[in-house]
């Protein structure tokens, strides 16, 4: 607390900092104050490899200076305009851009400012969709254990991290049912790339089928692969067998791609890497390269379709943000797009994802690696917890990567995730092991 109304430029005190121990943090606060290429300088000038891209969001590294100079360019000339019954040409222009690189068919474009924001729209277009095409019945929503779709009330719903939703869960959208997740470590262990166990899984969208009734729901929302429960892969054939059942049943798939997208897992979305195609996929994230909010749900042209009939006059569909579409975040987003088209970077995932996944599982041996999962440019260490702490050690490992050897990772419980910008090189993919692995036997 401060004594007077002096600015105290200095204190911590008064940012109450998201998914974050605040008074932990703030007792040792690990502030970042510049980026370039593929490291973060700390406080003090240290230089952090950054092995998370941000937040799963600086795919094409920090510092584009394409990316800046297009934001500084737009908030000169137009910093903002209402999108509701207004517009301007930006998002007409990404969407346009959007629709080349998406999935094929998903090319109506509804723009969001956030991950969240976009899990929101796109259960809602879903819902918005059944009744439109005389299917009100279908108002069941189903996510996943384990799945995150963002903070919302309607993406908390949907997704299964326990600590997210505890405090509110008499509070949740009702109607809702969650698929088992397909974390399987005594089947899958160490496997190179995809499991090859829980294919099954997607068999209980049909044993909730028979208990509810197709009639009654409107749509499946996964993400592709899950990054904030600790990097969970898709069994071989499990996202193959979810779309042939949901298609079956009227049901609409939703992809939650706002970490698998841009590039993340080889290709523009894993919906085209692994040859999936949903109804309804979101983003965010890479979309500006994490540099403006940003977030976008593409949707299948035939499902838009449903919308645009009525009188010409008749809003389609009541939903919208008062940043939608907003100028500087296109241009920021246009400019990604730009790099990640010249330096081809949608390939790199593939293309580094051997060495990758080579390097990650030299840390088999090490105490306490139970299992080792890799794909594209995520990789994800899960380690034993201690018995009377689970959490702990992760916290650790995170910790001694940061303070002792410059290196950022994410932990989530003992999983220690990684996901690299994609411009990464080799030598950087050594240096990342090389300092993880010390990490991982310093906390042994
Ligand atoms: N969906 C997924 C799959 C995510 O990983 C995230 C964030 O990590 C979100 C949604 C929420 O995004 P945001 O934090 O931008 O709201």
Known sequence: MTMNNEPQSSSLDNFWMPFTANRQFKARPRLLESAEGIHYIAQGGRRILDGTAGLWCCNAGHGRREISEAVARQIASLDYA?????????????????????????????????????????????????????????????????????????????GGMVNNRKAFSANLLPGVDHLPHTLDVARNAFTVGLPEHGAEKAEELERLVTLHGAENIAAVIIEPMSGSAGVVLPPKGY???????????????????????????????????????????????????????????????????????????????????????????????????????RDNLFQQAVELEGYWQDALFSLRELPNVTDIRAVGLVGGVQLAPHADAPGKRGYEVFERCFWEHDLMVRVTGDIIAMSPPLIIDRAHIDQIVERLAQAIRASA
């Open 239 to 341: 996202l193959q067998r979810l779309r042939e059942i949901t298609r079956k049943h009227g049901i609409l798939l939703i992809f939650d791609e706002v970490i698998t997208g841009f590039g993340r897992v080889g290709e523009a979305f894993a919906a085209q890497r692994w040859g999936v195609t949903p109804d309804i996929l979101t983003c965010a994230k890479g979309l500006t390269n994490g540099s403006i909010p940003m977030g976008a749900v593409f949707v299948d042209e035939k499902i838009h379709e449903a919308f645009m009939q009525g009188p010409q006059g008749a809003i389609e569909f009541f939903h919208g943000y008062t940043y939608s579409g907003h100028p500087v975040a296109c241009a920021a987003a246009l400019a990604t797009l730009d790099i990640y088209r």
């Open 82 to 158: 209402p999108p509701f019954q207004m517009g301007h040409p930006l998002p007409f222009e990404l969407a346009a851009r959007l629709a080349e690189i998406a999935p094929q068919g998903l090319n109506k474009v509804f723009f969001t400012n956030s991950g969240s924001e976009s899990a929101d729209t796109a259960l809602k277009v879903a819902l918005a969709y059944q009744r439109a095409i005389g299917q009100g019945t279908r108002t069941r929503l189903i996510g996943r254990e384990l799945g995150y779709h963002g903070v919302g009330f309607g993406g908390l719903s949907v």
